[in-house]
T-cell receptor, first 110, second 118 residues
Framework: KQEVTQIPAALSVPEGENLVLNCSFT??????LQWFRQDPGKGLTSLLL?????REQTSGRLNASLDKSSGRSTLYIAASQPGDSATYLC?????????FGTGTSLTVIP | GAVVSQHPSWVICKSGTSVKIECRSL??????MFWYRQFPKQSLMLMAT?????????EQGVEKDKFLINHASLTLSTLTVTSAHPEDSSFYIC??????????????FGPGTRLLVL
């Protein structure tokens, strides 16, 4: 069974810092991997989608990488802002089911 | 930990029929549940927020009359795809948040329902 782990569980950084969130998965047979943002009381907002054949995707200050062979993905956030404070989830699409990580709670301090 | 179930996991139906998908929180109550869908090779996208005791809130571009949401109780939300067509074929997934004093809010996801409309 696929297991998805996110480290760290919580992260607090001063505004302006660059940061990296980590996601690891146990089964490399995946269709794609997504990174989401979750704000309290709200549904998920999709940030980046990486297909299994891709190695990275970029959107604005966000860059996500995927290394299937090692079962790892990272989400890089450049020049963090207080508005980036949220919980970040990664999800692995195994074809018939999604497997979600437990999330990293990010706080960006002004 | 908390568990969210979905039923059915797979459904194949003819064009024009309606399909109901259930989302249940098995060991906690959820006044809010979320419905998502993912088309092949696309991102999982939020469709609507299901609110117990009131109307659902739909995201822009999602047809309210086509995707009927009923939050019947604190543990059950249903999504009905009315008059389904092949373009509605997708993967539908729900989530329910649980709030605890020490952990804050945690989202629990159902395993998803794959819909194929012929």
């Amino acid at each position: 069974k696929q297991e998805v782990t996110q480290i760290p569980a919580a992260l607090s950084v001063p505004e302006g810092e660059n940061l990296v969130l980590n996601c690891s998965f146990t089964d490399s047979a995946i269709y794609n991997l997504q990174w989401f943002r979750q704000d309290p009381g709200k549904g998920l907002t999709s940030l980046l989608l990486i297909q299994s054949s891709q190695r990275e995707q970029t959107s604005g200050r966000l860059n996500a990488s995927l290394d299937k062979s090692s079962g790892r993905s990272t989400l890089y956030i450049a020049a963090s802002q207080p508005g980036d404070s949220a919980t970040y989830l990664c999800a692995v699409n195994g074809g018939n089911q999604f497997y979600f990580g437990t999330g990293t709670s990010l706080t960006v301090i002004p | 930990g908390a568990v969210v179930s979905q039923h059915p996991s797979w459904v194949i139906c003819k064009s024009g029929t309606s399909v109901k998908i259930e989302c249940r929180s098995l060991d906690f109550q959820a006044t809010t549940m979320f419905w998502y869908r993912q088309f092949p090779k696309q991102s999982l996208m939020l469709m609507a927020t299901s609110n117990e005791g009131s109307k659902a809130t739909y995201e822009q571009g999602v047809e309210k009359d086509k995707f009927l949401i009923n939050h019947a109780s604190l543990t059950l939300s249903t999504l009905t795809v009315t008059s389904a067509h092949p373009e509605d074929s997708s993967f539908y997934i729900c989530s329910a948040p649980q709030t605890s004093g020490s952990s804050g809010e945690t989202q629990y996801f159902g395993p998803g329902t794959r819909l194929l409309v012929l």
